[in-house]
Protein backbone atom coordinates (compact mmCIF):
# COMPACT_ATOMS: atom_id res chain seq x y z
CA UNK A 1 0.00 0.00 0.00
CA UNK A 2 1.68 3.13 -1.21
CA UNK A 3 2.06 5.63 1.62
CA UNK A 4 0.13 9.18 1.75
CA UNK A 5 1.35 12.15 2.25
CA UNK A 6 0.99 15.60 3.82
CA UNK A 7 0.48 17.97 0.71
CA UNK A 8 3.22 20.41 0.76
CA UNK A 9 2.56 24.02 -0.43
CA UNK A 10 4.17 25.10 -3.56
CA UNK A 11 7.75 26.49 -2.97
CA UNK A 12 8.24 30.37 -1.73
CA UNK A 13 11.83 29.92 -1.73
CA UNK A 14 12.04 29.99 2.23
CA UNK A 15 12.29 26.38 4.18
CA UNK A 16 9.15 24.76 4.98
CA UNK A 17 9.73 22.65 8.43
CA UNK A 18 8.57 19.67 7.96
CA UNK A 19 5.19 17.91 7.92
CA UNK A 20 4.41 15.28 9.94
CA UNK A 21 2.20 12.21 8.44
CA UNK A 22 -1.39 11.67 10.42
CA UNK A 23 -1.35 8.57 11.62
CA UNK A 24 -4.76 6.31 10.13
CA UNK A 25 -6.62 6.32 13.59
CA UNK A 26 -6.07 9.43 14.56
CA UNK A 27 -9.51 11.34 15.61
CA UNK A 28 -10.01 14.74 14.48
CA UNK A 29 -9.78 17.65 17.09
CA UNK A 30 -11.71 20.67 15.55
CA UNK A 31 -10.22 23.83 17.50
CA UNK A 32 -13.09 25.34 19.48
CA UNK A 33 -14.46 28.51 17.69
CA UNK A 34 -13.54 31.74 18.96
CA UNK A 35 -16.91 33.00 21.19
CA UNK A 36 -18.94 35.91 19.16
CA UNK A 37 -19.97 38.86 20.61
CA UNK A 38 -23.51 37.73 20.21
CA UNK A 39 -23.00 34.92 22.93
CA UNK A 40 -24.21 36.52 25.79
CA UNK A 41 -22.46 33.87 28.48
CA UNK A 42 -20.08 31.11 28.52
CA UNK A 43 -20.94 27.61 29.78
CA UNK A 44 -24.10 27.31 27.56
CA UNK A 45 -25.53 24.76 24.94
CA UNK A 46 -26.69 26.72 21.88
CA UNK A 47 -26.84 24.21 19.13
CA UNK A 48 -28.39 25.32 15.69
CA UNK A 49 -29.59 28.60 13.87
CA UNK A 50 -32.71 28.85 15.94
CA UNK A 51 -31.33 28.52 18.68
CA UNK A 52 -28.66 31.89 18.01
CA UNK A 53 -31.28 33.94 16.73
CA UNK A 54 -33.18 33.75 19.62
CA UNK A 55 -30.68 33.96 21.50
CA UNK A 56 -29.46 37.58 20.02
CA UNK A 57 -33.29 38.71 19.80
CA UNK A 58 -32.99 38.21 23.92
CA UNK A 59 -28.94 39.50 23.58
CA UNK A 60 -30.63 43.62 24.81
CA UNK A 61 -32.77 42.19 27.48
CA UNK A 62 -29.59 40.79 29.16
CA UNK A 63 -29.15 36.60 28.29
CA UNK A 64 -32.47 36.30 28.90
CA UNK A 65 -32.90 32.03 28.85
CA UNK A 66 -34.75 30.63 25.60
CA UNK A 67 -35.55 27.06 24.89
CA UNK A 68 -36.45 25.56 21.89
CA UNK A 69 -39.68 23.80 21.46
CA UNK A 70 -37.92 21.25 18.85
CA UNK A 71 -36.30 18.30 20.79
CA UNK A 72 -32.19 18.85 20.53
CA UNK A 73 -32.32 22.37 19.87
CA UNK A 74 -32.10 24.75 23.02
CA UNK A 75 -31.69 28.53 23.54
CA UNK A 76 -29.46 29.45 26.66
CA UNK A 77 -29.10 27.11 29.49
CA UNK A 78 -27.37 27.48 32.67
CA UNK A 79 -26.35 24.94 34.76
CA UNK A 80 -28.00 25.49 38.25
CA UNK A 81 -27.25 24.43 41.84
CA UNK A 82 -28.70 24.71 45.19
CA UNK A 83 -29.24 28.29 46.53
CA UNK A 84 -27.37 29.83 49.08
CA UNK A 85 -29.29 28.57 52.21
CA UNK A 86 -26.63 30.34 54.67
CA UNK A 87 -28.21 33.45 53.32
CA UNK A 88 -31.62 32.10 53.67
CA UNK A 89 -30.53 31.12 57.71
CA UNK A 90 -30.58 34.46 59.51
CA UNK A 91 -33.76 35.17 56.98
CA UNK A 92 -35.51 33.02 58.91
CA UNK A 93 -34.38 33.96 62.30
CA UNK A 94 -35.29 37.71 61.82
CA UNK A 95 -38.69 36.90 60.55
CA UNK A 96 -38.84 34.47 63.92
CA UNK A 97 -37.48 37.12 65.82
CA UNK A 98 -39.99 39.39 64.87
CA UNK A 99 -42.72 37.72 65.12
CA UNK A 100 -42.25 37.52 68.74
CA UNK A 101 -41.25 40.58 69.14
CA UNK A 102 -44.42 41.87 67.70
CA UNK A 103 -46.32 39.62 69.68
CA UNK A 104 -44.45 41.03 72.65
CA UNK A 105 -45.32 44.34 71.95
CA UNK A 106 -48.65 44.83 70.69
CA UNK A 107 -50.81 42.38 72.64
CA UNK A 108 -51.15 44.32 75.85
CA UNK A 109 -52.11 47.17 73.75
CA UNK A 110 -53.85 45.45 71.24
CA UNK A 111 -56.05 43.42 73.99
CA UNK A 112 -57.05 46.74 75.92
CA UNK A 113 -58.89 48.19 71.98
CA UNK A 114 -59.85 45.00 70.28
CA UNK A 115 -60.16 42.70 73.28
CA UNK A 116 -58.09 40.67 71.12
CA UNK A 117 -54.21 40.19 71.56
CA UNK A 118 -53.61 38.58 68.56
CA UNK A 119 -54.97 41.22 65.97
CA UNK A 120 -51.58 42.60 65.23
CA UNK A 121 -49.56 39.61 65.29
CA UNK A 122 -52.37 37.75 63.70
CA UNK A 123 -51.96 39.66 60.41
CA UNK A 124 -47.65 39.67 60.76
CA UNK A 125 -48.05 35.75 60.24
CA UNK A 126 -50.43 36.10 57.53
CA UNK A 127 -48.08 38.70 55.58
CA UNK A 128 -44.87 36.65 56.57
CA UNK A 129 -46.41 33.27 55.04
CA UNK A 130 -47.50 35.55 51.95
CA UNK A 131 -43.83 36.69 52.09
CA UNK A 132 -42.44 33.18 52.56
CA UNK A 133 -44.80 32.27 49.17
CA UNK A 134 -43.42 35.04 47.29
CA UNK A 135 -40.32 34.29 47.95
CA UNK A 136 -40.06 30.48 46.93
CA UNK A 137 -41.39 31.64 43.61
CA UNK A 138 -39.05 34.46 42.91
CA UNK A 139 -36.37 32.34 43.89
CA UNK A 140 -37.10 29.21 41.49
CA UNK A 141 -37.68 32.14 38.60
CA UNK A 142 -34.73 33.50 36.42
CA UNK A 143 -33.59 36.66 37.90
CA UNK A 144 -32.97 37.69 34.02
CA UNK A 145 -36.90 38.16 32.96
CA UNK A 146 -36.74 40.67 35.50
CA UNK A 147 -34.87 42.97 32.84
CA UNK A 148 -37.79 42.51 30.47
CA UNK A 149 -40.06 43.94 33.43
CA UNK A 150 -37.70 46.57 34.43
CA UNK A 151 -39.36 49.65 32.84
CA UNK A 152 -42.80 48.18 33.20
CA UNK A 153 -41.78 48.30 37.14
CA UNK A 154 -40.15 51.85 36.94
CA UNK A 155 -43.62 53.47 35.37
CA UNK A 156 -45.73 51.32 37.94
CA UNK A 157 -43.73 52.82 40.70
CA UNK A 158 -43.56 56.35 39.29
CA UNK A 159 -47.68 56.00 39.19
CA UNK A 160 -48.31 54.78 42.69
CA UNK A 161 -46.26 57.70 44.16
CA UNK A 162 -48.57 59.83 42.50
CA UNK A 163 -51.35 58.53 43.44
CA UNK A 164 -50.50 58.01 47.21
CA UNK A 165 -49.86 62.31 46.89
CA UNK A 166 -53.14 62.85 45.52
CA UNK A 167 -56.09 63.74 48.28
CA UNK A 168 -58.86 61.52 48.67
CA UNK A 169 -60.86 58.68 49.60
CA UNK A 170 -57.86 56.56 48.99
CA UNK A 171 -55.09 58.66 50.67
CA UNK A 172 -54.19 57.02 54.04
CA UNK A 173 -52.07 60.04 56.57
CA UNK A 174 -50.29 58.91 59.32
CA UNK A 175 -48.30 60.81 61.03
CA UNK A 176 -48.58 64.12 59.18
CA UNK A 177 -46.88 62.02 56.03
CA UNK A 178 -49.11 60.89 53.30
CA UNK A 179 -47.93 57.09 52.56
CA UNK A 180 -50.16 54.61 52.46
CA UNK A 181 -53.34 53.71 49.68
CA UNK A 182 -56.18 51.75 50.47
CA UNK A 183 -58.57 50.93 48.18
CA UNK A 184 -62.01 49.61 49.09
CA UNK A 185 -61.69 46.71 51.68
CA UNK A 186 -58.04 46.11 50.60
CA UNK A 187 -55.19 46.57 53.21
CA UNK A 188 -52.81 49.98 53.23
CA UNK A 189 -50.18 49.44 50.95
CA UNK A 190 -47.22 51.45 51.19
CA UNK A 191 -45.93 51.82 47.32
CA UNK A 192 -42.59 53.17 48.68
CA UNK A 193 -42.14 49.80 49.22
CA UNK A 194 -42.07 49.02 45.66
CA UNK A 195 -40.56 51.68 44.45
CA UNK A 196 -37.34 50.48 46.29
CA UNK A 197 -37.30 47.36 44.30
CA UNK A 198 -38.36 48.73 41.21
CA UNK A 199 -35.64 51.55 41.16
CA UNK A 200 -32.79 48.62 42.00
CA UNK A 201 -33.83 46.58 39.34
CA UNK A 202 -34.32 49.29 36.56
CA UNK A 203 -30.59 50.99 37.67
CA UNK A 204 -29.16 47.48 37.90
CA UNK A 205 -30.41 47.06 33.87
CA UNK A 206 -29.48 50.38 32.48
CA UNK A 207 -25.80 50.28 34.44
CA UNK A 208 -25.10 46.93 32.82
CA UNK A 209 -26.20 48.19 29.66
CA UNK A 210 -24.14 51.78 29.85
CA UNK A 211 -21.03 49.50 30.84
CA UNK A 212 -18.24 51.69 31.06
CA UNK A 213 -20.12 54.86 29.69
CA UNK A 214 -21.16 55.36 33.49
CA UNK A 215 -17.63 56.98 34.37
CA UNK A 216 -18.61 59.65 31.97
CA UNK A 217 -20.78 62.95 32.85
CA UNK A 218 -22.92 63.03 29.45
CA UNK A 219 -23.53 59.06 29.65
CA UNK A 220 -23.06 58.47 33.18
CA UNK A 221 -23.92 60.90 35.31
CA UNK A 222 -26.83 62.80 34.09
CA UNK A 223 -29.03 59.87 32.83
CA UNK A 224 -28.54 57.91 36.75
CA UNK A 225 -30.17 61.08 37.47
CA UNK A 226 -32.57 61.46 35.41
CA UNK A 227 -33.48 57.86 36.53
CA UNK A 228 -32.88 58.37 40.25
CA UNK A 229 -34.59 61.67 41.00
CA UNK A 230 -38.05 61.03 39.88
CA UNK A 231 -38.63 58.79 42.39
CA UNK A 232 -36.57 60.11 45.39
CA UNK A 233 -38.66 63.30 44.93
CA UNK A 234 -41.73 61.48 44.52
CA UNK A 235 -40.76 60.05 48.47
CA UNK A 236 -40.04 62.95 49.57
CA UNK A 237 -43.04 65.32 48.90
CA UNK A 238 -45.06 62.52 50.98
CA UNK A 239 -43.01 63.37 53.10
CA UNK A 240 -40.65 59.99 54.02
CA UNK A 241 -37.07 60.97 54.76
CA UNK A 242 -36.02 57.26 56.16
CA UNK A 243 -37.38 56.23 52.87
CA UNK A 244 -35.36 59.01 50.86
CA UNK A 245 -32.26 58.03 52.61
CA UNK A 246 -32.42 54.32 51.88
CA UNK A 247 -33.17 54.80 48.04
CA UNK A 248 -30.34 57.55 47.58
CA UNK A 249 -27.78 55.48 49.21
CA UNK A 250 -28.51 52.50 47.95
CA UNK A 251 -28.68 53.85 44.24
CA UNK A 252 -25.69 55.83 44.73
CA UNK A 253 -23.96 52.40 46.15
CA UNK A 254 -24.80 50.72 42.65
CA UNK A 255 -23.47 53.50 41.33
CA UNK A 256 -20.23 53.18 42.50
CA UNK A 257 -20.05 49.66 42.04
CA UNK A 258 -20.76 49.89 38.34
CA UNK A 259 -17.77 51.82 37.88
CA UNK A 260 -18.67 55.40 38.40
CA UNK A 261 -15.46 57.50 39.05
CA UNK A 262 -14.72 59.49 42.58
CA UNK A 263 -14.89 62.69 41.24
CA UNK A 264 -18.07 62.37 39.90
CA UNK A 265 -19.37 61.26 43.44
CA UNK A 266 -17.40 64.26 44.92
CA UNK A 267 -19.13 66.19 42.32
CA UNK A 268 -22.83 65.15 43.59
CA UNK A 269 -21.96 65.00 47.07
CA UNK A 270 -22.24 68.69 47.68
CA UNK A 271 -25.69 68.70 45.69
CA UNK A 272 -27.12 66.14 47.89
CA UNK A 273 -26.13 67.98 51.22
CA UNK A 274 -27.83 70.88 49.92
CA UNK A 275 -30.94 69.13 48.45
CA UNK A 276 -31.23 67.80 52.46
CA UNK A 277 -30.17 70.80 54.10
CA UNK A 278 -33.25 72.81 51.59
CA UNK A 279 -35.90 69.75 52.30
CA UNK A 280 -35.53 70.08 56.18
CA UNK A 281 -35.30 73.79 56.44
CA UNK A 282 -38.51 74.09 54.10
CA UNK A 283 -40.50 71.23 56.28
CA UNK A 284 -41.66 71.51 59.43
CA UNK A 285 -42.27 68.01 59.85
CA UNK A 286 -38.59 66.89 59.09
CA UNK A 287 -37.23 70.13 61.21
CA UNK A 288 -38.76 69.19 64.50
CA UNK A 289 -37.16 65.69 63.57
CA UNK A 290 -34.26 66.88 63.30
CA UNK A 291 -34.50 69.16 66.65
CA UNK A 292 -35.74 66.43 68.65
CA UNK A 293 -32.17 64.36 67.59
CA UNK A 294 -30.08 66.92 68.58
CA UNK A 295 -31.92 67.60 71.79
CA UNK A 296 -34.30 65.33 72.59
CA UNK A 297 -34.64 66.64 76.23
CA UNK A 298 -35.04 69.93 75.27
CA UNK A 299 -39.06 68.60 74.98
CA UNK A 300 -39.20 65.04 76.60
CA UNK A 301 -42.85 65.28 76.48
CA UNK A 302 -43.10 66.31 73.19
CA UNK A 303 -41.34 66.05 69.70
CA UNK A 304 -38.41 64.15 72.10
CA UNK A 305 -40.88 61.66 73.72
CA UNK A 306 -40.11 59.01 70.69
CA UNK A 307 -36.16 59.26 71.54
CA UNK A 308 -36.33 58.99 75.36
CA UNK A 309 -38.69 56.72 75.56
CA UNK A 310 -36.50 54.54 72.81
CA UNK A 311 -33.39 55.13 74.89
CA UNK A 312 -34.73 54.06 78.74
CA UNK A 313 -36.00 50.52 77.17
CA UNK A 314 -32.92 49.81 76.01
CA UNK A 315 -31.17 51.57 79.04
CA UNK A 316 -33.98 48.94 81.02
CA UNK A 317 -32.73 45.84 79.30
CA UNK A 318 -29.50 45.88 80.83
CA UNK A 319 -27.02 42.82 79.15
CA UNK A 320 -29.43 39.88 79.55
CA UNK A 321 -32.76 41.41 79.33
CA UNK A 322 -36.04 41.33 81.73
CA UNK A 323 -36.92 38.29 79.31
CA UNK A 324 -39.34 37.34 76.59
CA UNK A 325 -43.10 39.28 77.27
CA UNK A 326 -41.59 41.09 80.50
CA UNK A 327 -41.10 44.45 79.11
CA UNK A 328 -42.42 47.44 81.04
CA UNK A 329 -42.64 50.09 78.19
CA UNK A 330 -43.15 47.87 75.27
CA UNK A 331 -46.83 48.90 73.98
CA UNK A 332 -47.31 51.36 77.00
CA UNK A 333 -45.02 53.97 76.67
CA UNK A 334 -42.85 53.32 73.45
CA UNK A 335 -44.73 54.62 70.85
CA UNK A 336 -44.83 52.37 67.57
CA UNK A 337 -43.19 49.77 69.46
CA UNK A 338 -44.45 47.21 66.70
CA UNK A 339 -42.86 49.25 64.08
CA UNK A 340 -40.23 51.52 63.96
CA UNK A 341 -39.20 51.13 67.48
CA UNK A 342 -39.24 47.77 67.89
CA UNK A 343 -35.48 47.48 67.97
CA UNK A 344 -36.15 48.89 70.99
CA UNK A 345 -37.76 45.89 72.99
CA UNK A 346 -35.76 43.74 71.86
CA UNK A 347 -33.00 45.64 73.60
CA UNK A 348 -35.15 46.00 76.40
CA UNK A 349 -36.25 42.04 77.21
CA UNK A 350 -32.93 40.60 75.58
CA UNK A 351 -30.28 42.64 76.71
CA UNK A 352 -27.62 44.22 74.86
CA UNK A 353 -26.64 40.43 74.14
CA UNK A 354 -30.06 40.29 72.40
CA UNK A 355 -29.38 43.50 70.45
CA UNK A 356 -26.33 42.27 69.41
CA UNK A 357 -27.75 39.46 67.78
CA UNK A 358 -30.01 40.70 65.65
CA UNK A 359 -26.93 43.11 64.39
CA UNK A 360 -24.68 40.11 63.51
CA UNK A 361 -27.55 39.08 61.59
CA UNK A 362 -27.55 41.64 59.23
CA UNK A 363 -24.59 41.44 58.96
CA UNK A 364 -24.39 37.86 57.82
CA UNK A 365 -27.31 38.77 55.29
CA UNK A 366 -24.49 41.67 54.04
CA UNK A 367 -21.90 39.32 53.89
CA UNK A 368 -23.93 36.81 51.83
CA UNK A 369 -25.43 38.87 49.74
CA UNK A 370 -22.06 41.04 48.86
CA UNK A 371 -20.69 37.01 47.97
CA UNK A 372 -23.76 36.62 45.70
CA UNK A 373 -22.85 39.87 43.90
CA UNK A 374 -19.35 39.10 43.50
CA UNK A 375 -20.17 35.55 42.29
CA UNK A 376 -22.82 36.64 40.36
CA UNK A 377 -22.57 35.05 36.38
CA UNK A 378 -23.74 38.56 34.52
CA UNK A 379 -23.11 41.77 35.49
CA UNK A 380 -26.85 42.53 35.38
CA UNK A 381 -27.13 39.93 38.62
CA UNK A 382 -23.95 41.36 40.42
CA UNK A 383 -25.45 45.04 40.46
CA UNK A 384 -28.91 43.75 41.36
CA UNK A 385 -27.36 41.86 44.34
CA UNK A 386 -25.31 44.51 45.27
CA UNK A 387 -28.65 47.30 45.24
CA UNK A 388 -30.58 44.35 47.03
CA UNK A 389 -28.26 43.98 49.89
CA UNK A 390 -27.36 47.56 50.24
CA UNK A 391 -30.65 48.37 50.50
CA UNK A 392 -31.87 45.97 53.17
CA UNK A 393 -28.43 46.42 55.49
CA UNK A 394 -28.72 50.40 55.01
CA UNK A 395 -32.69 49.97 55.99
CA UNK A 396 -31.97 47.88 58.69
CA UNK A 397 -29.15 49.92 60.30
CA UNK A 398 -30.94 53.36 59.89
CA UNK A 399 -33.53 51.94 61.77
CA UNK A 400 -31.37 50.69 64.48
CA UNK A 401 -29.34 54.14 64.32
CA UNK A 402 -32.96 56.42 65.16
CA UNK A 403 -33.80 54.14 68.09
CA UNK A 404 -30.43 54.61 69.73
CA UNK A 405 -30.11 58.72 69.21
CA UNK A 406 -27.33 58.49 65.99
CA UNK A 407 -30.08 59.19 63.15
CA UNK A 408 -32.71 61.12 63.31
CA UNK A 409 -36.46 60.12 63.54
CA UNK A 410 -37.22 58.80 59.84
CA UNK A 411 -40.31 56.79 60.37
CA UNK A 412 -38.66 52.76 58.47
CA UNK A 413 -39.34 49.85 59.40
CA UNK A 414 -36.58 47.11 60.64
CA UNK A 415 -36.67 44.82 57.51
CA UNK A 416 -38.07 41.44 58.92
CA UNK A 417 -38.81 42.25 62.34
CA UNK A 418 -41.07 45.07 62.26
CA UNK A 419 -44.80 44.62 62.12
CA UNK A 420 -45.93 46.03 58.53
CA UNK A 421 -46.91 43.87 54.99
CA UNK A 422 -46.15 45.84 52.34
CA UNK A 423 -42.09 45.81 53.83
CA UNK A 424 -42.24 42.19 54.57
CA UNK A 425 -43.74 41.03 51.47
CA UNK A 426 -41.00 42.83 48.95
CA UNK A 427 -38.17 42.07 51.54
CA UNK A 428 -39.08 38.84 51.10
CA UNK A 429 -39.45 39.09 47.32
CA UNK A 430 -36.18 41.03 46.85
CA UNK A 431 -34.42 37.59 49.06
CA UNK A 432 -36.01 35.43 46.68
CA UNK A 433 -34.38 37.30 44.05
CA UNK A 434 -31.18 37.48 45.94
CA UNK A 435 -31.35 33.07 45.87
CA UNK A 436 -32.23 33.12 42.32
CA UNK A 437 -29.01 34.57 41.59
CA UNK A 438 -27.20 31.77 43.96
CA UNK A 439 -28.23 29.64 41.75
CA UNK A 440 -26.11 30.21 39.24
CA UNK A 441 -23.04 31.82 41.41
CA UNK A 442 -19.65 30.93 39.98
CA UNK A 443 -16.62 30.52 42.77
CA UNK A 444 -13.79 32.67 42.76
CA UNK A 445 -15.43 35.75 43.75
CA UNK A 446 -15.20 38.56 40.67
CA UNK A 447 -17.94 39.64 38.09
CA UNK A 448 -17.37 37.62 34.46
CA UNK A 449 -17.99 38.45 30.94
CA UNK A 450 -21.81 39.10 30.28
CA UNK A 451 -22.94 40.08 27.08
CA UNK A 452 -24.52 42.50 26.19
CA UNK A 453 -23.45 44.05 29.13
CA UNK A 454 -19.68 44.40 27.89
CA UNK A 455 -18.43 48.17 28.20
CA UNK A 456 -14.44 46.75 28.61
CA UNK A 457 -12.02 46.78 25.87
CA UNK A 458 -11.86 42.98 25.46
CA UNK A 459 -15.67 42.74 25.33
CA UNK A 460 -15.83 42.35 29.28
CA UNK A 461 -18.54 44.19 31.64
CA UNK A 462 -16.92 46.99 33.32
CA UNK A 463 -16.95 46.85 37.50
CA UNK A 464 -14.84 48.19 40.15
CA UNK A 465 -12.45 45.43 40.46
CA UNK A 466 -13.60 42.66 38.41
CA UNK A 467 -11.03 40.96 36.84
CA UNK A 468 -11.08 38.54 33.58
CA UNK A 469 -10.94 34.67 34.50
CA UNK A 470 -11.64 31.39 32.88
CA UNK A 471 -14.79 30.23 33.15
CA UNK A 472 -14.78 27.11 36.04
CA UNK A 473 -17.34 24.87 36.50
CA UNK A 474 -20.22 26.58 38.94
CA UNK A 475 -20.43 25.63 42.13
CA UNK A 476 -22.88 26.38 45.47
CA UNK A 477 -21.39 29.40 47.25
CA UNK A 478 -19.80 27.92 50.58
CA UNK A 479 -19.44 29.32 54.01
Excluded: C
Excluded at 158 to 179: D, E, F, I, K, T
Excluded at 351 to 361: C, D, K
Aim: aromatic share 8%; proline share 7%.
Amino acid sequence: MRRQHAHRPASTGRATPPTRAIPRNAVAVQRPARRSRADPLPNRAVAGADGLRRDRIAAWFGSIPVRSASPGTHGVQRERHDPDYWLLLPIVALSAIGILMVYSSSGLRSHAARDDAFAVVGQQLLWAVLGLIAMLVAMRVDYRWLRLLSVPMYAIALVALVVVLLPGPHQQVVGGSARWVRIGPLPPVHPAEFAKLALVVYLAHWLAKTGTRVSSVVHGTLPFFVVAVPVIALVVREPDLGTTGVLTLAAFTMFVVAGANLWQFALVLPAGIAAVALIVSFNPYQLLRVQAFLDPWKDPQGIGFHTIQGLLALGLGGLSGMGLGESLRAGISVPNAWNDFIFAVVGEEFGLLGGLTVIVLYLAVAYRGMRIALAAPDTFGGLLATGITAWLVLQAFINIGVVVALVPITGITLPFVSAGGSSLIVSFVAVGILLSISRETLPGGSWNDADPDRGGRHGRPHLSGAGRRGQPARTPLRG
